[in-house]
C-alpha cells in the first residue's frame, strides 16, 4: 500500500479528465510530478506540484497555475478519502486524508509485515547487474574496502526488494601486474616454509604474514619440487595457488559482514582463446565494425607530461561520440591490451548474460575513470544498457577521536576482519551507510559501540527491542489479549489520536514511496536516514508517556485503546525490521 503512488495515480486520472475535456493538451507526461510528504508536516499529509509542472501546459485551459490547482483540488475534494485539498502559494497543492486512511495502512502493515513495501516485480524493467567489492586478489579485505562492500550488498538488496531482478557480482582482477608479484611473494613464503631464512621481505614484494600458510600449502602440496624450477616454470601455477587461497580469504572476510556474491567473474578469462579471437579482441573487432575504432594520435594531457608519455600511432575507442572528453587507446605500446579494453570486453560480457542496468560501486579514486566506461557501455551496447557508478569515499579510521593507521604495502594495516571482530557487523554495516556514498566518512571504533542516542545503530536498534518489548510486556497486564497479526489487524485504530500517535503513522506510512525513490536513486543511505527519523518519532512519543501517563502504549485500565496502540507498535517494530533487513543489519528482540 503506497500512499504516495495511490494519489499519484487519482491526480493523473484528474489530469486525463481535463485532457477529454480538451483544457490540457494531450501529450503530457504524467511521470514530470510528483506526491510526496510536505516539508512543513502542518500543511497536509500530500503535497503535489501538478499545476506548477504543466504550469506552460495549462496556460491556454486555466491561465495562471493557481486556477489549474484549484480545478485540481475541486476535483480532489470529491474523492472519499480526501479530508481537505488546498492551494498554496503559486499552485502547490496541500492535501489531507482521513484518518481512516492511516487506520487502513497500518492494519495492512500489521497483517502483512513482510510485504508492506516489498514491490512485485516489474515486467520489462530488466535485468540488473551490481558489481561491488572486486578488490585485487593480493591479501586480505582491509577497512578500506569496507565501504563499498556494504553499500554494494544493501543497494543489491534494495533493489531486490523494490522488485528487480539483481544479480551481485565480484570482478577478480587477477590479470594485471599485481598477481605476479603476489606469485612472487607467495613463493618467497613456500622458501620459509621449506626452512629456508628469507630475511626482511624483499621491497615491491607483500611483506603480510598472511602469506605463510599460502607458503605452507604450497609445500604440502608440491614438496620441495618448485625450488628447481626457474621462475617461467613456477610463476603461473603458484600464482593461481595464491590467487585461489586469497579469495578464499576474501570470501571469508565478506561472510563476516554477511555478505555474498552470486558470480566471481575472472579477468583472466577474458583473454582465454575462443578460436580465433580471445573476448577483448570480439569486443574490438564488435566496435571497429561500428565504425568506433581507428588508428590515430592523442594529444598531450594538459599539464606536466607523465613520463611514460608516448608520441605514437595508437588502437584509439571513439569515447568523445558518447560524452568522453577524449579518445582512448585499447592497446600499450608493447601490444597488450589496456585495463580499458578489458573492462570494455567485460560490461560487453553483462550486456551479453542480459544485464541492461549494470551498476558499479567504486573507489573515489576512480572518478576519473567513469565517463569513458559510460561511454563503453552505451557503444557495445548501442544504447540499450545504462551504467550507473557509484563512487565510495574513503573512511578514516579513528579510535577515541584519534587516527588508526594502516598500510598495506608495508604489511601493518587494519583488515576488515580486525574491524568486525572489534565492533561487530550490525556496527560497520549501519555507520557504513549512515553517510551518502560519496560523503567522506569518519568511523570510530570507540563510538559504534557506545549504548547511547549519540550512536545511531543503537539508537534503532534499541528501538526496535524497545517496541518488542512493549509488546511483551503487554502479555503481562493482559495475560489473554490476542496479539496475533489477524487480531491486531482487527485493532479500533480510530482510538489513536493523540498527535504523536498519528504522526508515527504518518512516517510508517511513507515507508512504500521511500522504497521506491531510494531504488530509483540508487541510494541505500536513504533507508538509514529513515529508520533513524522512525526510531526518533518512536523514542519522542515514548518519552512522552513517561510524563503523561495516559500515552503510554500499555494502559491497564484502557483495554481496547492499549490492543490498538500495540496494532501501532507492531507496525513500527515490522517497518524497522524490514529496513534494517535491506542494510543486512539485525534487528534485536532485547539489548544486553
Not at 497555475?65 to 492551494?87: K, M, N, T, Y
Not at 603480510?208 to 604450497?218: H, N, R
Not at 527519523?533 to 492499549?562: M, P, Q, V, Y
Amino acid at each position: 500500500m503506497n500512499l504516495f503512488a495511490d494519489f499519484h495515480a487519482r491526480i493523473a486520472a484528474i489530469l486525463a479528465r481535463l485532457q477529454t475535456e480538451g483544457r490540457l493538451p494531450a501529450e503530457l507526461d504524467f511521470g514530470r510530478f510528483v506526491v510526496e510528504p510536505p516539508r512543513d508536516p502542518s500543511h497536509g499529509d500530500l503535497a503535489c506540484n501538478a499545476a506548477m509542472v504543466f504550469a506552460k501546459e495549462a496556460k491556454a485551459g486555466f491561465g495562471a497555475p493557481r486556477a489549474f490547482a484549484e480545478a485540481i483540488v475541486a476535483a480532489l475534494a470529491r474523492e472519499d478519502s480526501v479530508a481537505s485539498a488546498e492551494v498554496a502559494g503559486p499552485g502547490f497543492i496541500n492535501i489531507r486524508v482521513k484518518p481512516e486512511i492511516y487506520d487502513r495502512i497500518i492494519a495492512f502493515c500489521v497483517n502483512n509485515p513482510g510485504v508492506f513495501g516489498r514491490a512485485a516485480s516489474a515486467p520489462g524493467a530488466g535485468k540488473v547487474n551490481v558489481e561491488y567489492v572486486s578488490a585485487n586478489p593480493t591479501g586480505p579485505m582491509h577497512v578500506g574496502h569496507c565501504r563499498g562492500a556494504v553499500f554494494g550488498d544493501a543497494l543489491a538488496s534494495l533493489l531486490a526488494f523494490a522488485g528487480r531482478a539483481v544479480t551481485r557480482e565480484y570482478y577478480i582482477n587477477d590479470a594485471g601486474a599485481q598477481v605476479d608479484v603476489l606469485a612472487r611473494s607467495a613463493y618467497l613464503r613456500y622458501r620459509e616454509a621449506l626452512g629456508e631464512a628469507v630475511g626482511d621481505i624483499p621491497e615491491g614484494l607483500y611483506p603480510g604474514d598472511y602469506l605463510k600458510p599460502v607458503g605452507v600449502a604450497l609445500v604440502a602440496k608440491y614438496g620441495r619440487s618448485l625450488l628447481d624450477q626457474p621462475e617461467s616454470q613456477w610463476l603461473a601455477p603458484v600464482r593461481q595457488f595464491a590467487i585461489d587461497a586469497m579469495m578464499d580469504l576474501i570470501r571469508e572476510d565478506l561472510k563476516a559482514l554477511a555478505i555474498e556474491h552470486e558470480v566471481f567473474f575472472s579477468e583472466r578469462s577474458l583473454t582465454v582463446k575462443h578460436g580465433a579471437s580471445d573476448a577483448v579482441m570480439a569486443a574490438v573487432d564488435a566496435l571497429r565494425a561500428k565504425s568506433l575504432i581507428y588508428e590515430g594520435r592523442l594529444p598531450p594531457p594538459k599539464g606536466q607530461l607523465p613520463e611514460d608519455w608516448e608520441d605514437r600511432e595508437q588502437t584509439l575507442f571513439r569515447s568523445t561520440q558518447f560524452g568522453d572528453d577524449v579518445d582512448r587507446p585499447l592497446l600499450k605500446s608493447d601490444g597488450a591490451y589496456t585495463y580499458f579494453a578489458s573492462d570494455i570486453a567485460y560490461h560487453r560480457s553483462k550486456f551479453e548474460r542480459g544485464f541492461t542496468t549494470m551498476i558499479d560501486v567504486w573507489g573515489a579514486d576512480h572518478g576519473g575513470y567513469v565517463k569513458r566506461m559510460k561511454a563503453a557501455v552505451a557503444a557495445i551496447s548501442g544504447g540499450a544498457a545504462g551504467l550507473d557508478v557509484k563512487l565510495c569515499q574513503l573512511v578514516k579510521l579513528m579510535r577515541n577521536g584519534e587516527p588508526v593507521k594502516m598500510s598495506k604495502r608495508s604489511g601493518d594495516f587494519v583488515t576488515l576482519r580486525d574491524v568486525v571482530d572489534e565492533v561487530g557487523a550490525d556496527a560497520v554495516r549501519f555507520m557504513m551507510l549512515f553517510r551518502k556514498n560519496d560523503a567522506p566518512l569518519e568511523f570510530d571504533l570507540a563510538k559504534v559501540i557506545e549504548q547511547s542516542k549519540d550512536n545511531p545503530v543503537f539508537y534503532v536498534q534499541y528501538a526496535h527491542a524497545r517496541g518488542r518489548s512493549t509488546l511483551r510486556k503487554a502479555l503481562e497486564a493482559f495475560p489473554d489479549m490476542d496479539l496475533t497479526p489477524a487480531a491486531l489487524r482487527s485493532a479500533d485504530l480510530a482510538l489513536l489520536d493523540d498527535a504523536g500517535e498519528r504522526a508515527l503513522m504518518a512516517l510508517i506510512a511513507q515507508y512504500p514511496r521511500l522504497i521506491e525513490q531510494a531504488a530509483h536513486a540508487h541510494e541505500p543511505h536513504r533507508i538509514a536516514f529513515y529508520l533513524h527519523d522512525l526510531a526518533s518519532a518512536f523514542h519522542s512519543h515514548w518519552n512522552r508517556g513517561k510524563d503523561e501517563h495516559g500515552l503510554r502504549f500499555i494502559n491497564e485500565e484502557k483495554r481496547f485503546l492499549t490492543h490498538a496502540r500495540l496494532a501501532l507498535v507492531s507496525s513500527f517494530t515490522a517497518v524497522l525490521a524490514s529496513g534494517l533487513a535491506i542494510l543486512g543489519v539485525s534487528a534485536p528482540e532485547e539489548m544486553r
